[in-house]
């Protein structure tokens, strides 16, 4: 028998029990409500032929027709229930009881395969962190490393505009120096021109020189010669003497001072071409004088006995050097002042001229003194 059936059946039963009365769904005497989604008996329909009180009169009929204390088919169905039932609990008490062995026997192996599975995820995941990690330091050692880059390509377009703006200013002045170069060259050209034009003149005065001198030369008066050549006795500065001469024997045709500025002369071995000047007195001679600088050692004197007096005043930067002039021809009547202050000295590597004044001492001793800046004073 289905299931259907059965609760068919076991509507029908509690409908038709005796002890459930005739007000439908009651709950009282023990019974239970209708199954939910079961739907209800039919309710009997009165009979054809009936009126009024007919339906009250067959559920009559059937309570006393039902109302035997033995129902065979009914109870049989119920007790097949209860038996379904109580099997089936039976059983599920069974699984339950062996799923819950077969659970706890095999629990601590779950428990130690789930330990190794956590131990393998969290080793895992240490893993991953540590992975993370790596990757989120290359990520800023690359965007560290992009930044960098991008630095140096902004830098590089900077110098590349840069170079560019230089080579195109170079381009520029290299333009312009060409221009200039051309410019110069054509000066050169002109130059060298005007260059060979001045050499061609100089030459030209070369020889013009040369033939004047050798006219002037032709026009040395002959036969005149030069009667006393002899030194002043006076030197006129340090390393200079004057000399003087007679001209005799004047030709004809010649004066006696164009004689005399045309006659050349040997003083100490060094031939003069004129003298420096003539004098010519009426009645007298004519003279010349030529002014010597070689060969005077009588006009040469010199120092000795050095004394530094150290610096004339606090912060006047100068220093006072003295030293005693000795060698100076005092015959004559010679200006020894004349040779002190055109006498040289050199001092520490450096030669001064003239020393800033000259003093005579006692005994005739001339001395020199010179005021050398000095930046210790």
């Known amino acids: 028998m289905s299931a259907r059936s059965d609760r068919n059946n076991q509507g029908w039963s509690q409908e038709r029990s005796p002890l459930r009365p005739l007000g439908g769904n009651s709950t009282s005497y023990g019974s239970t409500s209708p199954v939910p989604g079961q739907q209800p008996p039919p309710a009997y329909s009165e009979t054809p032929g009936y009126s009024g009180g007919g339906y ?14 033995f129902r065979p ?19 599920f008490v069974l699984v339950a009881q062996i799923a819950a062995f077969v659970f706890f026997y095999d629990l601590p192996a779950k428990i130690g395969r789930y330990n190794e599975v956590m131990v393998r995820m969290s080793v895992r995941e240490d893993a991953m ?18 930044t960098r880059l991008e630095d140096e390509r902004l830098a590089l377009e ?7 703006g230089e080579r195109e200013a170079l381009e520029s002045a290299i333009r312009q120096s060409e221009q200039e170069r051309s410019r110069l060259e054509k000066q050169t050209h002109l130059l060298e021109g005007e260059r060979r034009l001045l050499k061609e003149e100089e030459s030209a005065m070369k020889e013009e020189r040369k033939r004047l001198e050798k006219a002037r030369e032709d026009r040395v008066p002959q036969g005149a010669f030069w009667e006393v050549v002899q030194p002043a006795l006076d030197c006129l500065s340090y390393g200079k ?3 003087w001469g007679v001209l005799r024997n004047i030709p004809e045709g010649w004066t006696d001072l164009n004689a005399c500025m045309n006659m050349p002369v040997e003083i100490k071995g060094v031939s003069v071409r004129r003298p420096d000047r003539c004098l010519a007195v009426k009645g007298s001679p004519v003279r010349a004088f030529w002014t ?14 050095f004394n530094d007096h150290g610096c004339t005043n606090i912060g006047s930067g100068i220093r006072r050097i003295e030293a005693w002039v000795v060698g100076i021809n005092e015959k004559g009547g010679q200006d020894w002042r004349l040779l002190c202050e055109s006498t040289p000295m050199t001092w520490n590597y450096i030669t001064y001229n003239s020393p800033t004044h000259c003093d005579a001492r006692v005994f ?13 004073c």
């Open 56 to 69: 009250q009169e067959t559920h009559a009929l059937r309570r006393q027709r039902d109302s035997s204390p």
């Open 73 to 91: 088919a009914t109870i049989t169905k119920a007790t097949i229930t209860r038996e379904r039932v109580a099997k089936a609990s039976v059983l």
């Open 129 to 146: 962190r540590k992975e993370a990690k790596h990757l989120e330091g290359e990520r800023i050692a690359l965007h560290r490393e992009t």
């Open 158 to 164: 900077s110098s590349t505009r840069r170079i560019k």
């Open 241 to 243: 003497r004057e000399y």
């Open 292 to 305: 010597v600088d070689w060969d005077q050692p009588d006009c040469k004197p010199w120092h000795l006995e």
């Open 364 to 376: 005739g001793r001339k001395v020199a003194m010179w005021d050398i800046p000095d930046t210790s």
